[in-house]
């Protein structure tokens, strides 16, 4: 705890409130390695009989579907913990980091407890605003997803509890695949997956999947890349975009999709992305879980049965089937009084196995913790998937998608640094190896990065 | 506000021989309360008390407008603290990289020798003159003649149909940004459906750089015209009637007197409405972010676009600011040039 004491003495504007941190953070560290002494290889049981008595009101900053989420199993919580009051504040998540960011430099505003996202994760870890769990979550390093751990880790200390997964795999219009004589079960490789493309479009002149050209938002070639435990850059921190010969021919393996055709030119996330999904214009969509869940809830409620999932096809005969995109965590911040409160208040919502079940029952979001897998729950077939057991099917990838180098500390720059030039890559206006070059080059010119 | 045309703007009959006269805005201030009597009187009341400040020499004297100093000390008090406190502090922070947390470290010029070769600053620079370009021309030209119209006296309803035309101005930015983007989407907009009524299109409004230009465009007329309209008006009704009734018995046409006339008598006034216009586009946030995010490819990427990514998702304080500091002086440059072409001096 003590490195994280100073970072607010940067100005001297206010230094009752310097004063009052500092307090504040002693006694959060008492409270911290009390906590971590009694939490130590424990599990859920022992909440009810000695936190039960816990008591103070915490604030959680989240947008709506996470929150809405983690109320599900509220009335469970104030159950064990009937004086600990939640309140939740719900707010755009781009302003979540944003008013982060501002608490940050004033050195107070934070709330008790906020989620999220792990690509921002990384960025927040470093700071020295969140607090050091790396005790409280000891017992959870085995079961949660092993990736997860990444974008939470600072020098082998942990900075945040791991909440949801996001395994990818394709989801697949059933009818389309009928029409076109294609069996799902064949398309193993990504090669294979092409010459699908190739059949549904001479066939039926419908595009295999969307992928954006000048309005590219990156998202697919970094599930892609995730897939080979890939990046922007490696373990090491060096960028690798233009070194990785592997990424070159991720890069020009969308080229295909673009240069003949196969692939539909839309933004994501605008209306007519929406609609195309709805309608059947896309014939699949390499997506994470909760791709499904807006499928179901928003996009397409009415299309039950006419879509299906398979597993991620592979690079090559041996490769792997699983990737990520997305995903969420719990963070606890360093000012709050309340630190053993609030850890409860994330153990019990996150590494509790019931409320895992019941808020992935409920809301759909992907627990990282792998100890709930085994619940009948992922074996029961879904009608929407016209009665797949998709749970199941990425339950059996999570487990294997590997660490690679797409969340890091200055994720949000090398991502935008990338995009314009695969754009440019994507509307022909340089190959594959010059739009990796560039973005190589601009990455390491303005992130110091080798 | 800048403080020069909009002292003159609203009476440009007197402009050219006392402006020239009168280098401080002070004296303008007293120009306007003459005009309007009654509650603006204050001001001249205040001005003779900020002279007489001038003239005493002592401590003593302070204390004898003890009461009018601690009247108007909040406002100097708020200005200080958020406007003096944060310009300074950005001026020190654009020596240093700081990530909004923890111990500044110390640069020197480093930023602002990175900005100088900093290719995404200066392309999205060139974005914001290449949309002055695009939309101030014609939305100047349009506001002219919307207020000529307003302003005519065979027009029915004036109250109306201005309010009409400033309604778009008052609407929620990003509700119009959002109306926009529906609209011109390339497959299932309107503007594509109703091109295609006549056998056009479809075009790729959002997806090409320079159509995407356009479009942006479109909205910032769509959003300003009013606005200019209303400033062009309060302009064109300072214009006395007689000049364009004796020009008509001269034996002038209309559209003669309107371009002879009127146009040269209402130049204070476009000179005004352009210079914010130069300012607004510089400052571009909004709009762009809402109808293209910047894209595509950069290519509506506004430098406060820039400078709001590099602080909130890079975290690149110091950066950021140096980013505003040079882009402030450029505002400054582009906006003294302008004044000194456009006015040919009789505003400068």
Redesign the interface.
Known sequence: MNKHQSPFNHFATDTVSRRDVVRRTSRGAIAVSLAGALGMGVQTAKAKSQDADLSGSLTIWGWEAALSSLQVVDAAFNEAYPNITLEYVQKDTSDVYQQIQLAASAGSGFPDISVIEDSHLAQFAPLGILADLTDQVAPYLQIMNDFKWNQAEVDQRYYAMPWDSGPVAVFYRRDVFEQAGIDPESIATWEDYYNAAKTINEELGVAMLHLAKARNDTRTFEILLWQQGLGYIDAEGTVILDTESRVQQTLEYLGRFWQEGLAADTESWTDAWYQEMADGEVATIPGAVWMGTFLKSFIAPDAAGKWGVFKLPTWGPEGSQASNDGGSSLAIFQTTEQQEAAWAYVEFHLGRVESQLEMYRETDIFPALETTYTDPLFEEPDPYFGGQPVRALFAETVGNIPDAGIYSADYQEMNSLLGSELQRFAIGEQTAEEALKNAADAIRERTRRS | MPPMPSASAPDGRRASPEMGTEPSPIPDRRVHSGDVAGPRSSFRWNQGAARRLRDAAGVGRLWRFRWPLLFISPFYLLFAIFGVYPVL?SLWLSLHD???????RYVGMENYRFLMRDELFWSSMLNVVILFFIYVPLMTVLAIVLASLLNAGFLRLQGMWRALVFLPHITSMVAAGYTF??LL????GFVNQALGVFGLGPVAW????WLARVSLGLLMIWAWLGYNTVIMLAGLQTIPVELGEAARVDGATRMQAFRQITVPLLRPVIVFSVTLSIIGTFQMYTEPLILT?G????ATETPMMQIF?TT????K?GYAAAMSYVYFAIIVFVTLIQLRFVSRGDVA
């Open positions: 502090f700081w990530r909004g947390i923890g111990p500044m983007r529906l989407e390339t497959r299932s959002l997806d090409d750089r995010g894209g595509p490819i950069r990514a909130f998702a890079n975290l304080f």
